[in-house]
């Protein structure tokens, strides 16, 4: 005869079919936390404290800066990091507080949709700036 | 699962008796509440780049629009706000470390409390004169140096 129970503290049946995302995720947030200490730090460092602060910014600073390919790279790998970082933040916090399934669902698709257009407009504007627009 | 610090649901007593739960994470006190300010500050961030990317995106537009839109930025009163941002961010970003300490640094759950008040402390020492010199031009033109 089978054994139809199963040992005490053998694996459990739920684990099948599950993903590891949420692992993922959370390691995501520390990985991608420690870079943007680095990167939004030295941004706001640069743009609000260094040499007279916002004052001195306008389009032609702007356009000082992403001649050079290393702040290019700069801004796309930061603005990447921290877009994906702060959804999965409020993703969070959307799954802490919200109690319908339905509420849940349109508001995370509100969250995905606003930060696909956030990366896909700035990555768009680095790649395509044009200092001699006019 | 996806935050580590998830506060317990028992605020541990007050005054000079001691907490229910000494010793243990989240429970009330200086755990929750730094995970309450990085919840916020969070929040606040994500928000603000949101708009950022919005007001930077003008620069594919035309350098006047740009420009006009920046100059929002240098009025004393939403420089108020941008040291407000940068303080959030300052608190979010070093909270952020030592949660990741807390997380793979041995003796990092012990020490957690004493770690807040480090990052705290640093967080003072960086935005005094940070304020002080985001607001120096503010406040040249609000007293009429400038």
Redesign the interface.
């Known amino acids: 005869m089978t054994n139809l129970l199963e040992a005490p503290r053998s694996p459990q049946r739920r684990t099948r079919g599950r993903t590891n995302t949420?692992l993922y995720?959370?390691l995501f947030?520390?990985v991608s936390?420690?870079l943007?200490?680095v990167l939004?730090?030295g941004h706001?460092f640069i743009m609000?404290?260094l040499d007279?602060?916002?004052?001195r910014?306008?389009?032609?600073f702007?356009?000082g800066r992403w001649a050079s390919p290393f702040w290019q790279v700069w801004d796309l790998l930061m603005?990447w990091l921290?877009?994906i970082h702060?959804?999965?933040?409020?993703?969070?916090?959307i799954n802490d507080y919200t109690r319908k399934d339905q509420t849940r669902f349109w508001l995370k698709m509100a969250l995905y949709t606003?930060s696909a257009l956030?990366i896909a407009?700035?990555t768009?504007?680095i790649f395509?700036?044009?200092p001699n627009?006019? | 699962m996806s935050t580590v610090t998830t506060p317990g649901s028992v605020t541990a007593s007050r005054g000079p008796s001691k907490p229910r739960f000494g010793g243990t994470l989240y429970r009330g006190r200086e755990g929750m509440w730094s995970w309450v300010a990085h919840r916020i500050t969070g929040v606040l961030t994500f928000f603000f780049l949101f708009a950022h990317v919005l007001d930077t995106a003008l620069v594919r537009v035309s350098p006047e629009s740009y420009d006009t839109v920046i100059a929002t930025y240098k009025n004393p009163f939403v420089n108020l706000m941008e040291i407000g941002l940068v303080g959030a961010v300052l608190f979010h970003a070093l909270n952020g470390l030592r949660v990741i300490a807390v997380d793979f640094w041995s003796k990092g759950p012990r020490l957690q409390r004493q770690m807040l008040w480090i990052i705290v402390a640093v967080w003072a020492v960086v935005m005094i004169p940070g304020a002080f010199f985001m607001f120096k031009h503010s406040f040249e033109v609000v007293f009429g140096s400038k």
């Open positions: 949420e995720a959370w947030m520390r936390g420690v943007l200490v939004v730090l706001l609000n404290i007279g602060g916002v004052q910014i306008n389009f032609g702007v356009a603005l921290a877009q702060g959804t999965n933040g409020l993703r969070t916090i606003a956030v407009l700035g768009l504007v395509t700036f044009d627009i006019h």
